[in-house]
């Protein structure tokens, strides 16, 4: 008798319904619930987490090192390097510039009763705000923090960008040394990438149990009922993202001769995966594996992708645009053209660089809200949802990167259209509708 095999993000779904079900239900039993919670669900919850976080750096250190190295010339690293930052900077300015506008045109804070509001303390992320504002985080702060005075402390905090950093100089360094010296360097690295690749597959068969702890801990801990009075901020902010998604990044798309659609089916795992965990680097190393497998170079495909992490925030930085106009129109605030261009230009510094820190999105709020004027504790108002809107900006920034590794790949005529289409019929079985028109 055959046995039924259930796909991966089949029982992640199934896992999502199910968290949500039991989510609901703890949430009417505030006696058994913070037992429940602290000693079954979070635990379980936290231990996925943190086997994702084990993996996200070696997978990020080997690949990228195996990826320069190959590359092996400084100049061409420098022209990849340029090209990414350019895509980064213009994707997530249209996304704040387009935030601001549907906050503006649809108006989510007007109307609003605050004192049918939930307040929820946000003391953890006003601390953070501040010694990222003391410690002059901006162009200059950024640069500075990109060079690792301690690289194994960088690793142990699991700071990306002095991670990308020191392993860019490691892989230029190999690459430059004679073929007989780099070659068994080289071949290590090549089989930790590989083994951590494998030491993923081991870790997603956990996903299902993550997942439905993770979504039923959320749904216990604030049910439906902290959504209604945020309905109209909730439902522009998941518009938003759809239609920065599908018209946005689908235009790019289709410019690059792409269709986001048949991308996000092939990363549908991850999307429910990223959804459900509201976390990034939980798909991190599958967004790798897969972008290589569908024809993007490795060393393309091992740099924009967890660069893109810190600099190519599209769903976080569309809400962090909507979420401030929202505040403001709630205290009865009219931000002036000029404010809001303060705004845009805050938001493009203050998003970049710190997607290691948490609540990261609440972070660059605070630190940008005081900038034009907006009170701060406006964020205590819609913290309670904000675990909600998280989950969909992850997906949307999951996408997001994912399309840069291939435009990247495109714009550096290092993309494999064959190895695409091959991929995509053995992944999607799509006879007649390719991802590459011709």
Known sequence: MKKLKIKLAWQILIALILGIGIGAILHNHADSREWVIGNILSPAGDIFIRLIKMIVVPIVISTLIVGIAGVGDAKKLGRLGLKTIIYFEIITTLAIVLGITLANVFQPGHGIDMSALAVVDISQYEKTSEQIQTGNHGLV????????????????????????????????????????????????????????????????????????????????????????????????????????????????ARLCHFRIWTLIRILKEELILAYSTASSESVLPRIMEKMEAYGAPRSITSFVVPTGYSFNLDGSTLYQSIAAIFIAQLYGIDLSIGQEIILVLTLMVTSKGIAGVPGVSFVVLLATLGSVGIP????????????????????????????????????????????AMAYEKELLNLQETPILPS
């Open 376 to 419: 701060l504790e406006g964020l205590a108002f819609i913290a309670g949802v904000d675990r909600i809107l998280d989950m969909a900006r992850t997906a949307l920034n999951v996408v997001g990167n994912s399309l840069a590794v291939l435009v990247i790949a495109k714009w550096e005529n290092q993309f494999d259209s064959d190895k």
């Open 141 to 252: 702060g950024t640069l500075l923090s990109l060079i690792p005075p301690n690289i194994f402390a960088a690793m142990g905090r699991g700071d990306m960008l002095p991670i990308i950093f020191f392993s860019v100089l490691f892989g230029l360094g190999l690459a430059a040394l004679p073929t007989e010296t780099k070659t068994p360097l080289l071949n290590v690295f090549k089989a930790v990438a590989e083994t951590m690749f494998k030491v993923t597959h081991m870790i997603m068969c956990y996903a299902p149990v993550g997942v439905f702890a993770l979504i039923a801990v959320t749904v216990a801990n604030f049910g439906f009922s902290s959504l209604i009075p945020l309905a109209k901020l909730v439902l522009l902010i998941y518009a938003a993202i759809v239609f920065f998604a599908f018209v946005v990044l689908g235009t790019v």
